[in-house]
């Protein structure tokens, strides 16, 4: 019984110290279930050492072992363009920068595909085409498949691509296995600009200044100002008429030309209470900014004599 008892003692021993050696077998265990499971994760986790499988731990992050320097160059480059309002260039330079990546063989980094998407729907936005909708979104799917749940740049990403939410975009084509062809393929139900009625409500003054006004508030300019602000309503309300109340202020201030007098015309809008909801406020704000700013592009100086009045007027808005 003793020549026993020490035999399977030293038994015992010897596993423990070979289990004992290493990385922990739980984690180990652990990986190995994870790497089964299908390819490794984006980059980007945080880390204290340990990555997945072509990935090293760098500064706290999860960066990718392959990597392309010129891909590195043309995405900070990129960078900034976006910084400075450069889109278009930008987007153009994140694309060589994927191709230098492509070019290495390396993954792109999810910084470099989302900041892409950030550049595509940033132009999306402004060139308010399908063409450059269908760009922008389908950016943004690259950049959600190539990033992790919660990474800032792709949460950017989410909230500008929200915004084409009304254009019909299609959200569910996102979540498909494989990158789908188009991702603009429901009804739209944001309402065009075309699409919005404007009806003005201001009295009549023989004031300086009165006319010239009055017309401006009925020109094209000033029919996309108000179509903006309302659009943007909708976007929080989906209400399909909006009205407000303004006050507009006019006044001219005399300018010393030399040779002759010259009377440099400011107009402020005040925006009113609108139809009494508590959204309302944002809408008249809006329209008080807008057509101030667009009045202002239209006043031309006068010569004659100081002005100084004010009028109220009301503006309704509805979809046809």
Wanted: aromatic share 8%; charged share 25%.
């Amino acid at each position: 019984m003793r020549y026993l008892f020490v035999i399977a003692w030293a038994f015992i021993g010897c596993g423990t110290q070979v289990t004992g050696q290493g990385v922990d077998p739980e984690r180990g265990t652990e990986a190995t279930e994870a790497g089964d499971q299908g390819p490794p994760p984006p980059a980007g986790a945080t880390c204290s050492g340990t990555c997945a499988t072509g990935q090293l731990c760098v500064e706290g992050h999860c960066r990718y072992r392959q990597a392309s320097a010129a891909g590195e160059i043309l995405a900070a480059g990129a960078a900034g363009q976006f910084a400075v309002s450069d889109a278009a260039g930008a987007l153009a330079s994140y694309d060589r920068a994927l191709e230098a990546y492509a070019a290495a063989d390396a993954p792109a980094p999810p910084e470099v595909l989302c900041g892409a998407a950030k550049a595509a729907l940033r132009l999306a936005t402004s060139q308010e085409t399908p063409e450059s909708r269908e760009i922008g979104a389908t950016r943004a799917d690259a950049c959600f498949r190539g990033s992790l749940p919660g990474a800032p740049l792709r949460v950017e990403v989410q909230t500008m691509i929200s915004r084409l939410r009304f254009d019909g975009l299609d959200m569910g084509a996102f979540d498909q296995s494989e990158p789908a062809p188009a991702f603009f393929t429901l009804e739209p139900t944001r309402p065009t600009f075309d699409a919005v009625e404007v009806a003005l409500s201001i009295g009549n003054s023989d004031e300086g200044g009165f006319e010239e006004l009055s017309e401006a508030l009925r020109s094209e300019a000033a029919h996309h100002a108000i179509a903006t602000c309302f659009v943007a309503e909708w976007e929080r309300s989906h209400e399909r008429q909006r009205r407000a109340d303004l006050l507009m202020r006019y006044r001219t201030q005399l300018r010393d030309m030399g040779d002759y007098d010259m009377y440099q015309p400011e107009v402020e809008i005040i925006a009113g209470s609108g139809d009494g909801e508590a959204d309302a406020d944002a809408f008249s704000t809006c329209l008080a900014e807008n057509l101030a700013a667009t009045l202002m592009e239209d006043l031309s100086n006068r010569r004659g004599s100081t002005s100084h009045w004010e009028e109220p007027f009301e503006i309704s808005v509805r979809v046809n």
